[in-house]
């Protein structure tokens, strides 16, 4: 997996829990986007842009 499709993968992710699951608050937006980040951080340094990805999503459902 390369950067683009983690980009791709990333933003229909967030697309949907935002749109489907009624995020109230535009505050958590921006904090899975961060989670998200995080995510693309930890797969570029471990070079496994799926780590981060599974990563990001399950943080995402934590927070």
Do not use: N
């Not at 489907?20 to 998200?36: E, N, P, Q």
């Not at 570029?44 to 780590?51: C, I």
């Amino acid at each position: 997996m390369d950067l683009f499709i983690y980009l791709i993968i990333s933003f229909v992710y967030i697309m949907t829990m935002h749109f489907a699951f009624g995020i109230r608050k535009y505050f958590d937006l921006y904090v899975m986007i961060a989670l998200f980040v995080v995510g693309l951080v930890v797969g570029y340094v471990m070079k496994s842009y799926e780590t981060g990805l599974v990563l990001s999503i399950v943080l995402s459902l934590i927070f």
